[in-house]
């Protein structure tokens, strides 16, 4: 079974601080997505990386920044972050095989409580 | 930009009886249309998706629909059990970059 694992299952910060959210999967995949969940807002993509070093903006990508150093690792970085990143923040992994978009496989998600 | 929208927001059907929820998206590029299911404390989990050759395809008590035409997808879920009760999200491809743009979400109740 794939799996993709995240770091915190719940998290407070304070306003200012800064955030790490580590995402790590175990199935090879190419392509690394984080996702933040607001109720009515479905998923909305906020990064996006399809190989090591190599990332894409998505939707919402102000106040956030990513890093993959490592094929099965992206992190989620909240330079300052304020209380209008109080949310849940959702990983996914998918493969790069053929042409055509692939499932993508999530992780359990981060509630992050910014006070 | 592009956008899917999916109706209803809230959907609740007695145990035994059929749900539909209905998605439109708006990119004429997109060939990929997934179903996510997403319980309670779990991130979403695809349970069925179609692709832009096909218009319609099932698996037991769940079918997904397409009208490209109409750029209308649905999915249909028979004989509704309490464990069918979670949050369900459509999807479309966006172009062909491994990207999905997603919808709102449905939360199922499956009232016994």
């Known amino acids: 079974d794939v799996k993709v694992t995240q770091s915190s299952r719940y998290l407070v910060k304070r306003t200012g601080e800064k955030v790490f959210l580590e995402c790590v999967q175990d199935?090879?995949?190419?392509?690394m997505f984080w996702y933040r969940q607001d109720p009515g807002l479905g998923l909305r993509l906020i990064y996006f990386?399809?190989?090591?070093?190599?990332?894409e903006k998505g939707d919402i990508p102000e106040g956030y920044s990513v890093s993959r150093e490592k094929k099965e690792r992206f992190s989620l970085i909240l330079e300052s972050a304020s209380t209008n990143q109080t949310s849940m923040y959702l990983c996914?992994?998918?493969?790069?095989?053929?042409?055509?978009?692939?499932?993508?496989?999530f992780g359990p998600g981060t509630r992050l409580t910014v006070l | 930009g592009e956008n899917v929208e999916q109706h209803p927001s809230t959907l609740s059907v007695q145990e035994g009886d059929s749900a539909v929820i209905k998605c439109t998206y708006s990119?004429?590029?997109?060939?990929?249309f997934p179903w996510y299911k997403q319980e309670l404390g779990k991130g979403p989990q695809l349970i069925i998706d179609?692709?832009?050759n096909v218009g319609e395809k099932k698996d037991q008590r769940i079918a997904v629909t397409l009208n490209k035409t109409a750029k209308h997808f649905s999915l249909h879920i028979t004989e509704t059990q309490p464990e069918d009760s979670a949050v369900y999200f459509c999807a479309a491809s966006k172009g062909s970059n491994y990207q999905l743009i997603w919808g709102a979400g449905t939360k199922l109740i499956i009232k016994p």
């Open positions: 199935m090879d995949h190419e392509n």
């Open positions: 990119d004429s590029a997109s060939n990929y």
């Open positions: 996914a992994s998918s493969s790069r095989q053929g042409s055509g978009t692939d499932t993508q496989y």
């Open positions: 990386s399809y190989d090591v070093k190599m990332k």
């Open positions: 179609i692709r832009s």
